[in-house]
């Protein structure tokens, strides 16, 4: 693509500005000189260098990148104290010296990507995916370990880490011999792989910190090992939010943790970038008055979180375009500016256009940004020039799931704000130095995050009570040992960075019910390891409560089997009462990860069967009940896509490339949900077969929602009698 450089001098005075802000941010994951999980790493190569290398080709594009301590030490970490991580240690081992359980390890975990970007497009990676199997069950371990060649653990120890190296390196020396070789590689080659990775590693902080120097980027920080400061400052301010909150059984209030998160962080930052920071993103966005008294001590300049906390603040929502307002909070002890996120377009970024062509994606985003500039001219409240549209999302977990892992996306998007004289990108410091004279007063600040304006991802599920009574038991304990006078200070510093550690919002983000992953319970257990490193420090045995997990040993299901043979009317309503009771459940909402989406479009998804026929419902959104396209695509017993739009429906069957119509073997039916049928006998659905299938919804031709976003949802057909007999 053209590189297009705009001189500022033919920006459009009425131009509207726009801050991008990528919030980059890992848990500490490292106990006893060994990383647990590697994404610090992982991120890093992939990530982490990519998004600022990528502004050297569009030197007008300004952003600002949030890097939050607990990330950067563990970057500075693996590059001088060769620190690494469980995948690098098992991928360097030779396949003759694997253990069964690193075997059991490596099959569970060297797929951990999203397979249609990053396993499909090389053919011998997917080779060992279907060797392992898509649907990997541990309890195969000893049949499917069998089936691996000494050959095929090498190839897969290589590919597993290559496929995490960016976009700006895979395709150069050293690492383009990797895809030209495909296979069959020698230790040379995975040495390759995991050196070179760390060669990328070292320019990541570097690359951050001459861009700053020159102007094109601005950085800021997060609390050190991103807490949720409110919470810290006093747990009660959950109630605000949410007054049906059951809070721990110990009320958790330590302002001064918060302060020393903010302190710490400024410290580390000030060392590595050589100037004090002038902004902070707090941790999840989450923030209230009693933490905004600690940033204006401080010194701060800004600070940002979602529209929901301006909409919840202002009591009247988000007329007049009072969301593009610059803002700044004013009490007795000073003031701080503020920006409030755009939910839409970050979201749209963080969860939709990664279906969409990228061309297509970067002019959407485009339009949206050029309809507000619009109707803030229209609407004549404030001076077009004096407003700021704010994107802030995580700079690292969408991207996987995009073509050439974003880049194309973004190279078009920035390509299009180079040479677009209506827009003007800026950091979020050199906005509010160049408006001092309109910037809007808040006297008031209602308490909140960017999840749904509450704090209730981190507290009130008994897991996540749990969770902060065991911290306040430790912490409680500690401060009674320092009192003691027996122990070093360098022993009580290092108790109370685990203290701090123990205080990151990642560890009860996967308590509770809103959020999955392969990896919970790594979570639950590194939580728990840092307070037991306390009495470890200390001397003291650790208590027993602090050796057993936290997270259930029932992982939260988000499919619901069907219990017995449903018999619905296809009319889009709800015809009679249990219509759908005994079918089985896919609730969107339960299948959060390491993102979390607060809006899903299609919300459930109700699938089930009797004697004749296979039934699904989807329940969608008001906004997307109707003129909708769905796309239907079973994978099993048979590959058929079926189009459903509001005009009618067609079947393609994926084997070969007719299309034809069906309608005495299926309907479908939209009013309050879609319903949809298929018969059993026309589409030979016997039973004891399987069927998986997702949904895709589409509005026009773009793909807004995929469900299940990477699996698919599965199910047995089994007779009548074998139903009631399980029940």
């Not at 062509?357 to 404030?382: E, M, Q, T, V």
């Amino acid at each position: 693509m053209t590189e297009v450089v705009r001189n500022s001098d033919k920006v459009n005075k009425d131009a509207i500005n726009v801050a991008f802000l990528w919030h980059q941010h890992q848990p500490f994951y490292k106990n006893d000189n060994i990383y647990f999980l590697p994404w610090v790493r992982f991120h890093g190569t992939k990530d982490y260098y990519d998004m600022i290398r990528i502004l050297d080709d569009y030197p007008t594009i300004k952003q600002t990148f949030n890097l939050v301590p607990s990330l950067l030490v563990q970057i500075e970490d693996y590059i001088n104290n060769h620190s690494r991580d469980k995948v690098w240690i098992l991928s360097n081992k030779d396949p003759d010296d694997l253990t069964d359980e690193d075997k059991s390890y490596i099959l569970k975990n060297f797929f951990n990507c999203y397979h249609e970007r990053m396993v499909y497009p090389y053919p011998r990676y997917a080779e060992l995916l279907k060797l392992r199997g898509e649907n990997y069950d541990q309890r195969d371990f000893y049949i499917v370990k069998n089936r691996f060649t000494y050959r095929d653990w090498f190839d897969l120890q290589v590919w597993y880490n290559f496929v995490w190296i960016g976009e700006y390196s895979k395709y150069d020396a050293p690492f383009k011999k990797i895809i030209e070789k495909g296979k069959d590689f020698t230790t040379e080659d995975k040495n390759i792989v995991l050196n070179e990775s760390i060669q990328i590693l070292k320019k990541i902080i570097s690359k951050h910190k001459s861009a700053q120097e020159e102007g094109r980027i601005e950085v800021s920080i997060s609390p050190f090992y991103h807490p949720i400061l409110p919470l810290l400052c006093d747990i009660e301010v959950a109630k605000i939010c949410d007054p049906n909150v059951i809070l721990p059984s110990n009320k958790f209030k330590h302002p001064e943790d918060a302060e020393a998160q903010i302190q710490k962080s400024i410290k580390y930052y000030t060392k590595i970038f050589g100037q004090e920071p002038r902004g902070l993103w707090p941790s999840e966005g989450s923030l209230s008055e009693q933490v905004l008294e600690i940033l204006i001590k401080y010194g701060l300049n800004w600070t940002a979180t979602d529209e929901l906390i301006l909409y919840n603040t202002l009591n009247n929502g988000l007329a007049d375009y009072s969301l593009f307002k610059p803002y700044k909070y004013i009490n007795k002890n000073g003031k701080i500016n503020f920006v409030f996120r755009d939910h839409k377009l970050s979201d749209l970024i963080g969860f939709t256009y990664s279906k969409w062509s990228p061309d297509d994606a970067a002019k959407d985003f485009l339009n949206h940004i050029h309809k507000i500039r619009d109707g803030i001219i229209k609407n004549n409240k404030f001076p077009v020039s004096d407003s700021l549209i704010t994107i802030i999302l995580d700079g690292e977990n969408c991207w996987e799931y995009y073509q050439s892992d974003g880049k194309d996306f973004l190279r078009t998007l920035y390509w299009l704000l180079s040479g677009d004289t209506l827009i003007k990108t800026t950091t979020i410091n050199d906005f509010f130095e160049s408006k001092k004279e309109s910037i809007h007063s808040l006297t008031k600040l209602f308490p909140g995050s960017w999840i749904n304006g509450n704090f209730k991802i981190w507290v009130g599920h008994n897991e996540d009570n749990l969770a902060w009574d065991l911290l306040s038991m430790t912490r409680k304990f500690l401060v009674e040992q320092e009192k003691s006078g027996m122990y070093s200070s360098e022993i009580i510093k290092a108790a109370w960075e685990e203290i701090f550690i123990a205080e990151g919002s990642d560890w009860n983000w996967w308590y509770g019910d809103e959020h999955h992953s392969t990896e919970l319970h790594a979570f639950d257990e590194m939580f728990r390891i840092r307070l037991s490193n306390v009495y470890k420090l200390l001397g003291y045995p650790i208590p027993e409560i602090l050796t057993k997990s936290i997270k259930s040993e029932r992982e939260k299901i988000s499919i619901i089997q069907p219990k017995g043979y449903i018999y619905p009317v296809i009319d889009g309503k709800l015809s009679f009462e249990n219509e759908w009771e005994l079918a089985g459940i896919f609730e969107t909402t339960l299948t959060g990860g390491v993102m979390h989406r607060v809006s899903n479009p299609v919300r459930k998804i109700f699938f089930g069967y009797n004697e004749d026929n296979i039934f699904i419902r989807v329940d969608c959104s008001f906004q997307h009940k109707r003129n909708c396209r769905y796309i239907l695509r079973f994978i099993e017993p048979f590959e058929i896509e079926i189009d459903i739009k509001p005009s009618g429906f067609e079947i393609s069957w994926k084997k070969d490339t007719r299309v034809e119509i069906f309608n005495y073997s299926f309907g479908a039916a939209s009013s309050d949900f879609l319903e949809i049928f298929l018969s059993r006998k026309e589409f030979s659905i016997f039973d004891n077969s399987y069927v998986s299938f997702e949904i895709l919804l589409f509005n026009e031709n773009s793909e807004i929602e995929r469900i299940p976003e990477d699996d698919l949802i599965r199910f047995k057909i089994e007779s009548k009698k074998s139903l009631e007999y399980r029940e």
